[in-house]
């Protein structure tokens, strides 16, 4: 059975960092594509960032841009989101997910046919 499991979530000061970790059992990694999504309190799903199934192609919201790393284990089966200068409209649950794709990647949440249950991530102080 194909699933994901996110973790690495918690409550972390503004301008403090936290990893986030996708890891993914039953299936290849190999050969998807992953992104990272999240839905911050009252409001709609938005994109974070995502990595091809090779690692070689990225893409990232302009709201993370320089701040958050998008990276990949596939040996591992886990997709890591380095989130760096956390700021408080970070505060969301995060959730990653998978679609078979050969190429490049989306960060358009329709595209992506697995998804994980979520973390929370809580940037206060």
């Known amino acids: 059975q194909l699933q994901l499991v996110e973790s690495g979530g918690g409550l972390v000061q503004p301008g403090g960092s936290l990893r986030l970790s996708c890891a993914a059992s039953g299936f290849t990694l190999d050969y998807y594509a992953i992104g990272w999504f999240r839905r911050a309190p009252g409001k709609g799903r938005e994109g974070v960032s995502c990595?091809?199934?090779?690692?070689?192609?990225?893409n990232y919201a302009d709201s993370v841009k320089g701040r958050f790393t998008i990276s990949r284990d596939n040996a591992k089966k886990t997709v890591y989101l380095q989130m760096n200068s956390l700021k408080p409209e970070d505060t969301a649950v995060y959730y990653c997910?998978?679609?078979?794709?050969?190429?490049?990647?989306?960060?358009?949440?329709?595209?992506?046919?697995?998804w994980g249950q979520g973390t929370q991530v809580t940037v206060s102080s």
């Open positions: 990595i091809s199934s090779s690692g070689g192609s990225t």
């Open positions: 997910a998978a679609v078979a794709r050969s190429l490049g990647c989306t960060v358009v949440a329709p595209a992506y046919k697995y």
